[in-house]
């Protein structure tokens, strides 16, 4: 019905840039929020940044400032520039959407997660 596809991640090292990217694709009628989350090891998912369909946004403390996300509604797709990266911020990075699919007449709400993309960053 619905499928997240990121890309973009990568190895780097403290003090670079990187631009992750995530489009949805599917019998989609809508998407509201969209977000990116990350994953340590050995830690629990944590929210990074989300965006709502009219383009408010919220950040987690540990990245505000150095983080943006956008999205492009017409092509179904929300981006994570991330920039003066610490070694902190290395982790699989998971882009979710709030998706209204359509399908049989009907519409029902799917919240979709994408495979995950690795950011490691280097001291």
């Known amino acids: 019905q619905v499928q997240l596809v990121e890309s973009g991640g990568g190895l780097l090292q403290a003090g670079g840039s990187l631009r992750l990217s995530c489009a949805a694709s599917?019998?989609?009628?809508?998407?509201?929020?969209m977000g990116w989350y990350r994953q340590a090891p050995g830690k629990q998912r944590e929210l990074v940044a989300s965006?709502?369909?009219?383009?408010?946004?919220n950040y987690a403390d540990s990245v505000k400032g150095r983080f943006i996300i956008s999205r492009d509604n017409a092509k179904n797709t929300t981006y994570l520039q991330l920039n003066s990266l610490k070694p902190e911020d290395t982790g699989v990075y998971y882009c979710?959407?709030?998706?209204?699919?359509?399908?049989?007449?009907?519409?029902?709400?799917?919240?979709?997660w994408g495979q995950g993309t690795q950011v490691t960053v280097s001291s």
């Open positions: 979710n959407a709030e998706v209204i699919v359509t399908g049989r007449g009907k519409n029902w709400r799917v919240s979709a």
């Open positions: 599917g019998t989609i009628r809508n998407i509201n929020d």
């Open positions: 965006i709502t369909s009219a383009g408010s946004t």
